[in-house]
């Protein structure tokens, strides 16, 4: 058989096969070298992801036909956010693949004040997910790209409280993160901690099938992601890099809405994201585990880097389950530029204090 590392763009039918039967689960397997107790879970968690992320693609494609999919609940959730119909179905998607799964001890939520507890499932050394069913949800009536982000780690001890105290730790201790981005095909993305490979759904397979591996984010690009109508809502020190980007040759402004969306985008083409911390949400918008921590983890597995503008977002150890922080991530330059005006400031007030002291 061809060697499909030095054969030219062939799509003969010895090809399309070995493309076609690199699934996600057969990857995850290759990825840990392992056919071992752990190695099998996590393949199938990560199945059980693509499940759920096909059954959502399925419900966003038909959801101007479907009577009750638009628009919203009427309810708030535990964010003080109007929660849109999306959401809540999604949620359930991502608890009904789950339940019977005998993998998974906790589902915590952007939607569920506490985490969904399974008790069945909890002899230690089995597993939590954290997810954001759907991000972005803004933009699913309009029919714009939307995300489901989510965080494998390893379930410790019993949480018979279901407070989610357990899951009160910092990013390094994720065994696993990645996002489903739908849009004009639905793309999977995910890292073991061996880099970043993405699948795209093929629907004629109903199958997410491998679309590229080891994935390197560029160190600097030309796209910065920020929404400029919080510009007076935000810190000098960040209005100053604004300044600064508007000023210097080489800068596009791209913002979606939806954080995967513009996540996906930097992650390809290089640049950097930012959510700083606001006068209304001095802590920002975004929260530390089921959104920025995942992300976080997948762009350091591509090479780029992620921060809360004072310290590693990684090493940020959360005091409660939906602590939201500042977040800029990307490129390793990009981040470390925005960061910069952040740590200028805060040298500049330091100094300040210590002359008036
Ligand atoms: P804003 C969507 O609600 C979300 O959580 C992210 O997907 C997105 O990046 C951000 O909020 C958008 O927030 O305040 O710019 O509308």
Not at 30 to 50: C, V
Not at 91 to 97: D, G, P
Not at 332 to 350: G, P
Request: glycine share 8%; hydrophobic share 40%.
């Amino acid at each position: 058989m061809q060697n499909l590392e030095t054969a030219p763009m062939d799509l003969s039918y010895d090809y399309a096969l070995d493309r076609d039967c690199t699934t996600l689960s057969r990857h995850v397997l290759q990825q840990l070298q392992s056919f071992g107790s752990e190695a099998q879970d996590l393949s199938a968690i990560m199945s059980r992801i693509a499940l759920a992320a096909k059954i959502i693609a399925r419900r966003l494609s038909r959801a101007g036909l479907v009577e009750g999919a638009l628009g919203f609940t009427g309810d708030i959730n535990v964010q003080g956010e109007a929660v849109k119909k999306m959401d809540l179905f999604a949620n359930e998607v991502f608890i009904a693949v789950f339940k019977q799964s005998g993998l998974v001890c906790q589902l915590a939520s952007e939607e569920m004040e506490k985490p969904y507890y399974i008790p069945e499932n909890c002899p230690v050394g089995r597993y939590t997910l954290l997810y954001d069913p759907i991000d972005g949800s803004s933009n699913v009536d309009i029919n714009l790209n939307v995300g489901s982000i989510f965080s494998i780690r390893q379930q410790v001890g019993n949480d018979p409280e279901q407070t989610g105290l357990d899951l009160l730790q910092s990013g390094h201790r994720q065994l696993a993160s990645g996002y489903v981005l739908y849009g004009p095909s639905t793309v999977l993305v995910y890292s073991i901690g061996t880099g970043v490979h993405t699948f795209t759904l093929d629907p004629s397979l109903g199958e997410f099938i491998l679309s590229a591996e080891n994935i390197q984010i560029p160190a600097h690009g030309s796209v910065y992601s920020v929404n400029e109508g919080n510009f007076w809502q935000c810190d000098e020190a960040i209005r100053d890099f604004i300044r600064y980007v508007h000023r210097h040759e080489g800068y596009t402004a791209r913002y979606s809405g939806a954080l995967v969306g513009d996540i996906h985008r930097i992650l390809l083409q290089g640049g950097v994201f930012l959510y700083p911390g606001t006068l209304k949400q001095p802590e920002g918008k975004l929260r530390l585990l089921y959104e920025s921590a995942p992300l976080a983890f997948l762009i350091e597995q591509a090479g780029g880097s992620a921060s809360t503008g004072l310290e590693p977002l990684m090493s940020v150890v959360p005091t409660h389950l939906h602590q939201r922080t500042p977040l800029i991530i990307g490129s390793k330059d990009d981040v470390a530029l925005a960061v910069s005006f952040i740590q200028e400031k805060v040298r500049m007030d330091e100094d300040r204090l210590m002359v008036n002291s």
